[in-house]
């Protein structure tokens, strides 16, 4: 097993230092000339036109993915998005027709509920799509169409590289199809193909900086409740920051969206709860940092994430993680590495079981 680890002390460390790598295969072959193309499947404009709405349904980590990737097909795609937990979609009678395209999200792509909740989909004439990690897996099989992460095996039960190759898959997968539509502003799809190829190089520099994430898992190590506040994608990667948290050190964590905290979280705000405060994305920024300041009134100790070169967030904050400068829109993919090697070393130091944590599996295929 030692050597299955390849050096690291566990799976989970060594799948987060393989992510660099795992980004570059799920982008390969995938863009030509500022173009995106997959050689699993094809959809022809028509089709395409055909869909008045689309589900992303998943569980757990998948499910976080699924977040990211509504705003976006929102946006460049144009059609509304829903995104559902897997085990809720199926019993309440999702308005699921012929025009709707439906996608499965799923790193092992054997999940009793993602299965179930694409035969559901599939029974009602929805186009279904997955997005999964194991070729050849229930899922892929079932699906009519599939898009492979190439992430390579993840062991650890939480789960790492596949979460950020499936933010990637769905950049990738909503360029694709907002160009087939003709709905994609081509300088739009070309900063973000330009930014989805710097990821490497860049997380590679967060992975580089690991002692640091190390440092601020000691501040917090002690602590019975944490929060994770953002806004936007920043809200979506603190839901992820915090399942991973929980999963594998058993501190109690909860993610907020920031400017909802005031409506009855900030109540439970006091020296003892630490916050870790997400404020990448500049279209909220401002709002985000007034938010700080209302947990730092209350004498939260406070963890900043932010973009390198921030420093008006010192002001705020007690102590400040950074990751390099990137294009705010592909910036979950970055975010969520020192939230990773949080939880990791936070794990460690509180002597948990990072690779099994307590009742917990890697593969859930009961409903
Ligand atoms: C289990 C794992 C999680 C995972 C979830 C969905 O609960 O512990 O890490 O996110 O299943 O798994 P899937 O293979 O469908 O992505």
Redesign the pocket.
Known sequence: EAAEKGGFDHFMLKEIFEQPEAFKKTLTGRIQNDKVKFSEFEFTKEQVQNWKKIFIV?????YHSGLVGKPLLEEFLRIPVEVDIASEFRYRDPLVDEETLAIF???????AD?LAALREAKSRGAVTLAITNVVGSSISREAHHTLYLWAGPEIA???TK?YTTMLIAQYLLCIYLAQVKGTMPQGKAEEILSALQLLPKKCQEILANKDAFLEAARNIKDAQNLFFIGRSYDYHIALEGSLKLK?ISYIHAEAYAAGELKHGTLALITEETPVIAIALQQKTYDKTLSNVKEVKARDAFVIGLAMEGDTEILKTVDKVLYIPKIDDIVSPVLAIVPLQLLAYYAACERGCNVDQPRN?????TVE
């Open positions: 998943a569980c757990g980590t998948a999200i799923s790193q092992s792509g054997e999940t993602t039960v939480a789960s596949a999963e917990l599996a890697k593969s859930v």
